[in-house]
Nanobody
Framework: QVRLVESGGGLVQAGGSLSLSCTAS?????MGWFRQAPGKEREFVAS????????YYANSVRGRFTISRDNAEDTMYLQMNSLKPEDTAVYFC??????????????????WGQGTQVTVSS
């Protein structure tokens, strides 16, 4: 069983930046970030492949968010710039045990973090 521990998040004004981290207890394959706003379903944000070479973003964050990973530290990052109030949500990191390529659908992920709150004020 792999444990994922998230850090970062918090409160920021619109236009500001935040950085999230997700540290795994052992090596994982593809990783991703999802978010869930109050009253809404969980949605895909970004994914990075097992070696950190390929990335993919939801249209709503492309150009503003950057996903990356450091396999030497078993850590994934999400740099969020130009934040908007609609980015407010609980952000979850996820990891796949087997899929090395980009994974968009949540049901392909085996491990999940506890979630961290991101609030963007207008």
């Amino acid at each position: 069983q792999v444990r994922l521990v998230e850090s970062g998040g918090g409160l920021v004004q619109a236009g500001g930046s935040l950085s999230l981290s997700c540290t795994a207890s052992s090596r994982t394959a593809a990783m991703g970030w999802f978010r869930q706003a109050p009253g809404k379903e969980r949605e895909f944000v970004a994914s990075v492949d097992a070696i950190g070479q390929s990335t993919y973003y939801a249209n709503s964050v492309r150009g503003r968010f950057t996903i990356s990973r450091d396999n030497a530290e078993d850590t994934m990052y999400l740099q969020m710039n130009s934040l908007k109030p609609e980015d407010t949500a609980v952000y979850f990191c996820a990891a796949s045990a087997a899929y090395g390529v980009i994974v968009i659908q949540d049901f392909y992920y085996d491990y999940w973090g506890q979630g961290t709150q991101v609030t963007v004020s207008s």
